[in-house]
């Protein structure tokens, strides 16, 4: 069965450095996402990707963080100065037209920001 | 504006007992989508299941049954005879759309453990 890939699954790095973090959507997927969970609370959208544009984003989402489908496979986040409170797992989502049962989740990378 | 609301934070069971996971949603959308999904200590989200507003049916899936109650705006998720591979923590969540605006909104989940 396809799957969601993500890399890093761990990134260790200093407040006010820049970090991608990386996805492998499923290939024939459309719609693209990213979540974050912050330890031990609930997984909270950040924002949604279709047809190379960014359809909805959250409050969280703000000028640090960007994302972008540098080519035909890849869907990337950035967060251009990391803050010790993005420390969380961001997991990447993918899904095709919505026709089957729910957003692929991957695995998660667990950013630890000091 | 859209929220899922698990009152239950931790749940310990002992083997083989049932155990029913509790989700409240509120919408304001007639048409409106509700999952669980599962978080086992390794981290991952594990979809167990997606439901359609518009249809009521309750669904049962080996030890797992889900209640959908639009009255009660529930979605009530139980195992019975819960197994020690069945701790993890559980998630509610929903979506107002498919396709490009159908972000899912999650509950706080609740930790079930299962002891032997």
């Known amino acids: 069965e396809p799957e969601v890939t993500q890399t890093p699954s761990h990134q260790v790095t200093q407040m006010g450095q820049e970090v991608i973090l990386r996805c492998v959507p499923i290939?024939?997927?459309?719609?693209f996402y990213w979540y974050r969970q912050i330890l031990g609370q609930k997984v909270e959208f950040l924002v949604s990707?279709?047809?190379?544009?960014?359809?909805?984003k959250s409050e969280i989402f703000d000028d640090q963080f960007s994302v972008e489908r540098p080519d035909g496979s890849n869907f990337t986040l950035k967060i251009r100065s990391t803050k010790l409170e993005d420390s969380a797992m961001y997991f990447c989502?993918?899904?095709?037209?919505?026709?089957?049962?729910?957003?692929?989740f991957g695995p998660g990378t667990r950013l630890l920001v000091l | 504006a859209q929220k899922v609301t698990q009152a239950q934070t931790e749940i310990s069971v002992v083997e083989k007992e049932d155990v029913t996971l509790d989700c409240v949603y509120e919408?304001?959308?007639?048409?409106?989508?509700l999952f669980w999904y599962k978080q086992p200590p390794s981290g991952e989200l594990v979809f167990l299941i997606r439901?359609?507003?518009?249809?009521?049916q309750n669904e049962i899936s080996g030890r797992y049954s889900w209640n959908f109650q639009k009255s009660t705006s529930s979605f009530n998720f139980t195992i019975t005879a819960s197994q020690v591979v069945d701790s993890a923590v559980y998630f509610c969540?929903?979506?107002?759309?498919?396709?490009?605006?159908?972000?899912?909104?999650f509950g706080k989940g609740i930790t079930l453990s299962v002891r032997p």
């Open positions: 989502a993918s899904w095709d037209r919505g026709t089957r049962e729910t957003q692929y």
């Open positions: 290939s024939n997927h459309l719609y």
């Open positions: 990707f279709y047809n190379n544009e960014i359809s909805e």
């Open positions: 919408t304001r959308d007639t048409t409106y989508y």
């Open positions: 439901r359609n507003s518009f249809d009521e």
């Open positions: 969540a929903l979506s107002e759309a498919i396709g490009a605006n159908s972000k899912l909104t």
